[in-house]
């Protein structure tokens, strides 16, 4: 036998997947908390999909552990980056950056439920797609302390990975191959994260093309 073969037995790939799997996870969700671009959604849909067809019974316990863990940190991280643009001018652009990516309609809607609601609404902003932005933006500017933001964000992150845990449960449960649903968990978490804007375009377009008063 070759020394590759040798290698090949020696390395089980259910442990390769998990060495390489799930740290990648953790630096793409960090990284999609810390830049919004990143789709950690379905990145957390698609690996509860394979950890269901996974033979070990702490698979999906560890993607909800890891998806958490790294959501958590990336939304301090960027918190804590903001606060800095509060008060010194090295940190403004991350305070600009967040304000670019929050429509001023939505961001009077955050205050407003700030105000309401206190730090159940960071819970409420990782459950509604492009509510994250907003909602943070709004705690900077009611110069919320870091630590009262840790406090309402550690159950907004558990409550987000549940719930795109379940998508890719559901996914995973209806096809035999993971592939196939991985690719259904990424069409409903992309359709999802869109769904907001298609329904602002059609209240535009119904206000364009509606009767004049």
């Given at each position: ?67 958490s863990?790294?959501?958590?940190l ?37 205050q ?27 705690c ?74």
């Open positions: 036998m070759t020394p590759l073969g040798v290698l090949a037995q020696s390395v089980p790939p259910e442990s390769t997947q998990q060495a390489v799997g799930y740290p990648s996870l953790f630096l793409l969700v960090v990284l999609g908390s810390l830049v919004p671009v990143v789709p950690t959604g379905a990145l957390v849909s698609s690996a509860a999909v394979v950890a269901f067809h996974h033979t070990s019974p702490f698979a999906l316990l560890l993607v909800f552990a890891v998806a863990l790294a959501a958590f990336g939304d301090v991280g960027l918190y804590w980056l903001g606060r800095r643009g509060t008060t010194s001018p090295g940190g403004s652009r991350w305070l600009a950056r967040l304000r670019a990516r929050a429509a001023p309609e939505r961001l009077a809607r955050a407003d439920g700030l105000r309401a609601h206190g730090v159940l609404v960071l819970v409420l902003s990782r459950l509604v797609p492009g509510g994250r932005i907003p909602v943070m933006l709004a900077l500017l009611s110069a919320m302390p870091l630590r009262r933001f840790v406090r309402g964000d550690l159950p907004a992150c558990l409550a987000w990975a549940a719930a795109y845990q379940l998508i890719g449960l559901l996914s995973g449960s209806l096809f035999g191959e993971p592939w196939q649903g991985v690719l259904l968990a990424i069409a409903l978490t992309l359709l999802i994260s869109a769904a907001p804007a298609l329904r602002r375009r059609l209240r535009r377009s119904g206000r364009d093309g509606g009767p004049p008063p």
